[in-house]
């Protein structure tokens, strides 16, 4: 039996520990883990450094890989919050009585193990323990080579406060970083019921062409912002502004600005705030023109067909010219990822028209694509954003973390 079986074995085992677990429980140890998160915060900083002393300070990874007193702040109420939030498990999801006198309840349940393959982000190992946990889901952590100290520290902080609560700390795994691994559990049929890979489309491709576990797909996001010809320039800005340079090494950062033709004379003011950031556009020709000589020149690049459809992951943005809505339509429909797409426009028929037809998990009508979160729709922590259409798609939170089955109760029908 080599590592991952053993593993695999332990956590098979462990399903049963967590149905035995009281909602307070789960609770308790949720927040002793936020608590023990903030003792440790020198402790988890070293080991944190350890990763981000082998990485390029320029790598777009870099800030993800970060972890900082701040942030893990951050991660210790979050834990907190999930902790308050209901038990997604034993709703009721539907109920009806047959004529023959049969009761049949749709009632929410755990998926058992779910292996999420994710790269240089240390935070998803505390978002997914938490979500998994509380959701009654044993979870295999399979993080990358760039942040295995990270990882490693926080899950073992983890496992330690299980212990010391009498809870199997194998409803937690951290499994090794190598590609082997990686390979032997998307074939573990039998053995793990979901795999959820969270990172680059590169991961994800692989991960959905190698898998033999079924696999719910999140991470990857070419996300939009199309200025319409109504729009206004001061939401438009400030939208803008927010979406590209917030964070922009997480999924819902802005990618590509679409703006209408007959509005290229606001764009210079429209992006006007992103040379604070240094943000380097890669404009098409008419929008390239219209920042000439008003965005800095070593900022201001031709764009090529290569920047439309690309996840940035950097201060860089690419710019697209439409003369219609319909353009900026076609332009999302291909190079989009499925993932957020925004429109800034005081024309309601052209807000309505754009969230109906655009194929996105998340449309937004005069607000930032930031906002695709778990936490800021009010679900607490997140496994990830779905760009998929089975069984979940946006933030996935709680309830996305269960599946359901069917209770029959009778009196002794027979067919």
Same mark, same amino acid.
């Given at each position: 039996?080599?590592r991952?079986?053993?593993?695999l074995?332990?956590?098979?085992?462990?399903?049963?520990?967590?149905?035995?677990?009281?909602?307070?429980?789960?609770?308790?140890?949720?927040?002793?883990?936020?608590?023990?998160?903030?003792?440790e915060?020198?402790?988890?900083?070293?080991?944190?450094?350890?990763?981000?002393?082998?990485?390029?300070?320029?790598?777009?990874?870099?800030?993800r890989?970060?972890?900082?007193?701040?942030r893990l702040?951050?991660?210790?109420?979050?834990l907190?919050?999930?902790?308050?939030?209901?038990?997604?498990?034993?709703?009721?999801?539907?109920?009806?009585?047959?004529?023959?006198?049969?009761?049949?309840?749709?009632?929410?349940?755990?998926?058992?193990?779910?292996?999420?393959i994710?790269?240089?982000?240390?935070?998803?190992s505390?978002?997914?323990?938490?979500?998994?946990?509380?959701?009654?889901?044993?979870?295999?952590?399979?993080?990358?080579?760039?942040?295995?100290?990270?990882?490693?520290?926080?899950?073992?902080?983890?496992?330690?406060?299980?212990?010391?609560?009498?809870?199997?700390?194998?409803?937690?795994?951290?499994?090794? =970083?190598? !590609?082997?691994?990686?390979?032997? /559990? @998307?074939?573990a049929?039998? #053995?793990?019921?979901?795999? &959820?890979?969270r990172?680059?489309?590169?991961l994800?491709?692989?991960?959905?062409?190698?898998?033999?576990?079924?696999?719910?797909?999140?991470?990857?996001?070419?996300?939009?912002?199309?200025?319409?010809?109504?729009?206004?320039?001061?939401?438009?800005?400030?939208?803008?502004?927010?979406?590209?340079?917030?964070?922009?090494?997480?999924?819902?950062?802005?990618?590509?600005?679409?703006?209408? =033709?007959? !509005?290229?004379?606001?764009?210079? /003011? @429209?992006?006007?705030?992103? #040379?604070?950031?240094?943000? &380097?556009?890669?404009?098409?020709?008419?929008?390239?023109?219209?920042?000439?000589?008003?965005?800095?020149?070593?900022?201001?690049?031709?764009?090529?067909?290569?920047?439309?459809?690309?996840?940035?992951?950097?201060?860089?943005?690419?710019?697209?010219?439409?003369?219609?809505?319909?353009?900026?339509?076609?332009?999302?429909a291909?190079?989009?990822s499925?993932h957020?797409?925004?429109?800034?426009?005081?024309?309601?028929?052209?807000?309505?028209?754009?969230?109906k037809?655009?194929?996105?998990?998340?449309?937004?009508?005069?607000?930032s694509?930031?906002?695709?979160?778990?936490?800021?729709?009010?679900?607490?922590?997140?496994?990830?954003?779905?760009?998929?259409?089975?069984?979940?798609?946006?933030?996935?939170?709680?309830?996305e973390?269960?599946?359901?089955?069917?209770?029959?109760?009778?009196?002794?029908?027979?067919?």
């Open positions: 039996m080599n991952l079986q053993h593993i074995h332990n956590a098979n085992h462990s399903i049963g520990v967590l149905q035995q677990l009281h909602d307070d429980m789960i609770n308790n140890v949720l927040c002793a883990i936020a608590d023990k998160t903030l003792v915060i020198p402790y988890l900083l070293n080991e944190n450094k350890k990763d981000l002393d082998r990485m390029d300070r320029n790598d777009p990874k870099y800030d890989l970060q972890l900082t007193e701040q702040h951050d991660i210790a109420s979050d907190r919050h999930v902790a308050g939030l209901p038990s997604p498990v034993g709703r009721l999801l539907e109920e009806t009585t047959r004529p023959n006198g049969l009761i049949i309840k749709k009632i929410s349940v755990p998926f058992g193990i779910i292996g999420v994710y790269e240089a982000r240390p935070n998803v505390f978002d997914v323990f938490s979500l998994c946990f509380k959701s009654g889901n044993v979870c295999l952590l399979k993080g990358g080579h760039d942040a295995y100290n990270s990882n490693n520290a926080i899950v073992t902080l983890i496992r330690n406060v299980l212990d010391s609560f009498g809870i199997d700390p194998d409803v937690v795994s951290l499994l090794p =970083a190598d !590609r082997e691994t990686t390979m032997e /559990l @998307l074939n049929v039998g #053995k793990v019921d979901l795999i &959820i890979p990172g680059s489309q590169g994800i491709d692989f991960v959905r062409n190698n898998a033999r576990v079924p696999v719910i797909e999140t991470g990857a996001g070419i996300c939009h912002t199309y200025f319409d010809q109504s729009g206004d320039l001061q939401k438009g800005t400030a939208i803008v502004n927010n979406a590209k340079t917030r964070r922009v090494s997480v999924c819902n950062a802005l990618d590509c600005l679409i703006i209408h =033709a007959l !509005r290229l004379h606001d764009l210079p /003011l @429209l992006c006007a705030p992103l #040379k604070e950031h240094r943000v &380097i556009l890669f404009a098409d020709d008419a929008a390239y023109e219209a920042l000439s000589g008003k965005y800095p020149e070593e900022l201001l690049q031709h764009a090529t067909e290569k920047e439309y459809g690309t996840e940035f992951l950097d201060y860089k943005m690419a710019v697209k010219t439409v003369k219609t809505l319909d353009g900026a339509l076609e332009h999302i291909r190079y989009g499925k957020s797409e925004a429109i800034i426009s005081e024309d309601t028929q052209a807000v309505s028209r754009f969230q037809e655009v194929d996105a998990a998340c449309v937004y009508a005069n607000a694509t930031a906002f695709t979160d778990g936490g800021q729709f009010g679900f607490g922590a997140e496994i990830g954003i779905s760009t998929q259409k089975m069984h979940a798609r946006g933030p996935m939170a709680l309830r973390m269960t599946t359901y089955k069917w209770i029959i109760s009778g009196n002794g029908q027979v067919r």
